[in-house]
Nanobody, 119 residues
Framework: QVHLVESGGGSVQAGGSLRLACAAS????????MTWFRQAPGKEREEVAR???????TYAEAVKGRFTITKVPAEDTVYLQMNNLQPEDTAMYYC?????????????WGQGTQVTVSS
């Protein structure tokens, strides 16, 4: 059974940084499409960043230039480096993995890690 476990969330002040990690139980998941989502209270879940293959990354407009998604297959881990965090980045962050290498449709989800940014 596939497991994804996020870590690295926490509370920071505006302008601060955090690095989230998503560890997968299977290498075959990490080498596929991995996506970070977030959901703030009262809002719909939104995609933040995704990486296909080794380094084909795309980002939501709201985080471009501030967030970086990195895949480290040797560690079965995907990271989300978040710099210059702002209060609007406050949300529960989830990583998701696809079940095929030709799709980014999430099939597996982690339990989430909370990020709180104060002004």
């Amino acid at each position: 059974q596939v497991h994804l476990v996020e870590s690295g969330g926490g509370s920071v002040q505006a302008g601060g940084s955090l690095r989230l990690a998503c560890a997968a139980s299977e290498y075959s998941i990490i080498i596929g499409c991995m996506t970070w989502f977030r959901q703030a209270p009262g809002k719909e879940r939104e995609e933040v960043a995704r990486v296909r293959g080794v380094d084909m990354a795309t980002y939501a407009e709201a985080v471009k230039g501030r967030f970086t998604i990195t895949k480290v297959p040797a560690e079965d881990t995907v990271y989300l480096q978040m710099n210059n965090l702002q209060p609007e980045d406050t949300a529960m962050y989830y990583c998701a993995g696809s079940s095929t290498h030709t799709s980014c449709t999430p099939a597996y989800w982690g339990q989430g890690t909370q990020v709180t940014v104060s002004s």
